[in-house]
């Protein structure tokens, strides 16, 4: 039997941009399912009924939610263009670090966002960036030559952060601070596996005037 | 060369408690190192910096902090009594249950502890309690016969919870709304791996005694 894959999302999402990079990566084929956050679908909330949140990934009719959940998931299941390592430990660590990203980094980036720039906010958001740029060490990418879990978890740093730094006119991730990740933004955004993914940037900046 | 493990913790921390009940399933050695939360060590800076938290393991000089990432990497090394099954898409149901505890649920629970049971609050954590209600189907466990990640990440549902009631006078899991979950918690915290991990039930009380 032919895989039938689903993914239910949105393209502004940097969540479901994760899954659609590393289905990209891997060259799987899916149906992508646009749903309305604003009337979501009766599917979407049978699938993912704790958080009705995309993306929701169903693979021959078994729904999985949460993007780092998925997105191991995908690696588990297609074993081609692998996104975590083999090594254990070095897995470990990158499950920290896209962790990280979630639990620590974004908040704070959105705390800052949200303040439209408060001193303080910016302040804490760039203690937790120094973190993700000192683990960037000489590498093109944290995956090193490829991208990795860890890159890829690090989306909305690399493309949602700047739209909303130009729609709110401040800077978080300053080239003079963060050398090493400004270049890795660049890197990673002109990835093959990404730039046909990303939506248009006016659509990020518009989603962050507020 | 034998294996070398440390774990910093300290016996009160539900946290460090879901990777010794990891450590103890697996029948792994380990030289467990009491931290003082108010006086934290060199050692516990060094290997952990993002978050200056337990647990930290050190594997043969190799630190790795947060909770399920260490029982994940745990799994990945010693392969005896598995705690993920091997099946792709029940990994992922698991590693989802096990991220909503810590993402939803326990937060929903510490916001109704810490209100000191404020009717609102005890209402949102019953709606997230009543998930993993409903998840536990008519298993024993959430592994069905044996515990597996999702029990383990349950830890602070299964013994703090009950503590924390008992110090405040407040009930959150009633048995008249989660006659499962009851069930469970007795079944867990009886558990050969668990029970001579938990701390003292009155050291549990005290800590909430505020």
Redesign the interface.
Known sequence: MADELKLYGLGISPFVCRVRIALYLKGIKYHFIIEDVRNKSADLIKYN???KKVPVLV?NR?P???S???I??LD??WKEAPILPQD??R???D??WA??IDD?LIPALLNAIMSHGQEQAIEEAQEQLQ?LENELKGNKFFGGDNINLVDISATFIAFWLGGAEEALGIKVLTKDKFPKLTEWCANYINCQAVKGILPPREKVVALFNF
């Open positions: 009924p704790v958080h693979h078994n999985i939610s949460e780092l959940v998925i191991e998931y588990d299941v254990a430990y897995k470990a660590q499950r920290f962790k990280f620590k973190f």
